[in-house]
């Protein structure tokens, strides 16, 4: 058996848009209400010296393939001039569990996680969004730039991040968008936003600077980062919270927010929609394994045509 590789390069050159992505999320999670789907909890480890580490694993017989993902960030990589984050993807055939086929994770793990972000939006986010807040300017921040550039009538965004040459690298894809850019501070690019996406490094030294009582009351936050950079206290502000996968919360030692403020997962935003909220709403997430797989398949059979 012939066993493909698709490299990130390869991938991110097959065309997938991003409402194929957020439908492709939508129709896994889906799956994993009606049974159809088989998604396990993601696994982590984090070393002493704070590089963090990833695997996901979801088998659906309807894709055909069960995908297995192992990921690691490093954000010393950026010295030596490779991503934060690396990693790879395994397809392997559902039926015989035969390997069909290998792929980077970096594209994947980048147009997932704004998928799921964008997942969310539609069922929390103002449909008319004009204002994107980036905090942090790395992978994520122009994966999520270029998906709610896609999903909303965006026109200005503004970037808080500690790396000046992120902040430009983003507000050079912004005006290519045809948006107005700016670099803010921490609590300006929050302000008065109508979207909010934090993207800051997995590290949980960081001291937290964000505030979402900062935030509008209809503005909406996807939080990409555990959490880490927001202040417990105002996380009460928050009149609706999801997280990405309640069971998967319950096997994690570090919970995403206390449990008295969480509102539901994923699957209820997908099966169940959302009510409207007195405040602004948040989607705190580490990233599901579904995702990987809903990524995954679809580039799988967009490549082989």
């Not at 694993?57 to 950026?78: T, Y």
């Not at 965006?154 to 430009?168: A, K």
């Amino acid at each position: 058996m012939t066993i493909t590789h698709l490299d990130d390069d390869t991938l991110a050159g097959l065309g997938l848009t991003t409402e194929e992505i957020v439908e492709a999320i939508e129709d896994t999670v889906r799956g994993i209400a009606a049974g159809t789907l088989s998604a396990a909890p993601k696994t982590a480890v984090t070393a002493t010296d704070g590089r963090y580490m990833m695997a996901t694993l979801a088998a659906s017989d309807d894709a055909g393939v069960i995908a297995v993902k192992a990921v690691q960030v490093n954000d010393r990589n950026k010295a030596s001039g490779l991503p934060a984050i690396n990693g790879a993807i395994m397809l392997l055939d559902s039926e015989t569990g035969a390997l069909v086929a290998t792929m980077g994770s970096n594209w994947i793990t980048g147009v997932r996680t704004a998928g799921l972000s964008a997942t969310a939006a539609r069922r929390l986010a103002d449909p008319n969004s004009r204002t994107l807040g980036l905090i942090g300017a790395g992978v994520q921040g122009e994966s999520h730039l270029r998906a709610f550039k896609d999903l909303y009538p965006l026109e200005h965004v503004r970037i808080y991040s500690r790396s000046q040459p992120g902040i430009d690298k983003l507000a050079a894809i912004a005006r290519d968008l045809g948006l107005s850019a700016e670099r803010a501070s921490a609590k300006d690019t929050i302000s008065g936003a109508d979207i909010v996406v934090s993207s800051v490094t997995l590290d949980h030294s960081i001291a937290p600077f964000l505030d979402a009582r900062w935030l509008k009351p209809g503005g909406f936050a996807a939080i990409t980062d555990l959490g880490i950079p927001w202040e417990p206290e105002g996380q009460k502000t928050f009149g609706r919270l999801y997280v990405d996968d309640l069971a998967q919360e319950k096997t994690m030692p570090k919970p995403l927010a206390p449990a008295e403020l969480i509102d539901g997962d994923l699957i209820d935003l997908v099966t169940k929609g959302a009510e409207p909220a007195d405040g602004p709403s948040a989607f705190v997430f580490r990233g599901i394994s579904a995702g990987d797989l809903a990524v995954a398949a679809l580039a799988w059979k967009r490549a082989k045509g």
